[in-house]
């Protein structure tokens, strides 16, 4: 069965620092969601991608967050300038165009800011 | 953000019997609702998802109810397995927009 990929599973980084986290979403899939999940929260959206351009973004996706769809594969997130409070899970997900068409999640970056 | 929340942080069942999890929302204009099932160190896995002119989809062991006066749908398991224990999240999003997640409930199914 297709699945999100994501790279890597674990991103250990100094605070300030930039920081690319990659996915490879589900072939057919037109869109793409970036979401995070800090240690015993819930899952939070941050951003949607579609067309090649932000469709809707969260309060938490500021001027430090970016994403790009740089080829016909690739997804990924930017930090610019990374804060202690960035760590957390980093879920990538996709789904079909159409009605009803689940989200198809990535098994998670773990993002450590030290 | 509390517009989907699941009040019970966990539900332990005996195998072979019935699991039933939880979820209220307060935004009526959800139209569309989902349960994934995550496992540790894994993202969440989808399950089973209703739209809001359903009130009941239904896929093998997994049934989800749809009580849109009360804001209020469940996931149903029957038979319940021990491959069944893991965290799971109920969601709910707007026209294909972003989800909302729950808080999430961890069942432990018992041999």
């Known amino acids: 069965e297709p699945e999100v990929t994501q790279t890597p599973s674990h991103q250990v980084t100094q605070m300030g620092q930039e920081v690319i986290l990659r996915c490879v979403p589900i072939s057919n899939h037109l869109y793409f969601y970036w979401y995070r999940q800090i240690l015993g929260q819930k899952v939070e959206f941050l951003v949607s991608f579609y067309n090649n351009e932000i469709s809707e973004k969260s309060e938490i996706f500021d001027d430090q967050f970016s994403v790009e769809r740089p080829d016909g594969s690739n997804f990924t997130l930017k930090i610019r300038s990374t804060k202690l409070e960035d760590s957390a899970m980093y879920f990538c997900?996709?789904?079909?165009?159409?009605?009803?068409?689940?989200?198809?999640f990535g098994d998670g970056t773990r993002l450590s800011i030290l | 953000d509390q517009q989907v929340k699941q009040n019970s942080p966990s539900l332990s069942v005996q195998e072979g019997r019935i699991s039933i999890l939880n979820c209220d929302y307060t935004?009526?204009?959800?139209?569309?609702f989902l349960w994934y099932k995550k496992y540790p160190a894994e993202g969440p896995t989808f399950l089973i998802s209703?739209?809001?002119?359903?009130d009941k989809n239904e896929d093998g062991r997994f049934t989800v109810f749809l009580n849109k006066s009360a804001k209020h749908l469940s996931l149903h398991i029957v038979p319940s397995q021990p491959g069944d224990s893991a965290v799971y999240f109920c969601?709910?999003?707007?026209?294909?927009?972003?989800?909302?997640f729950g808080q999430g409930t961890e069942l432990s199914v018992k041999p």
């Open positions: 969601a709910a999003s707007r026209s294909r927009g972003k989800l909302i």
């Open positions: 209703i739209s809001s002119i359903k």
């Open positions: 997900a996709s789904s079909e165009q159409g009605q009803g068409q689940p989200q198809h």
């Open positions: 935004n009526s204009m959800f139209d569309y």
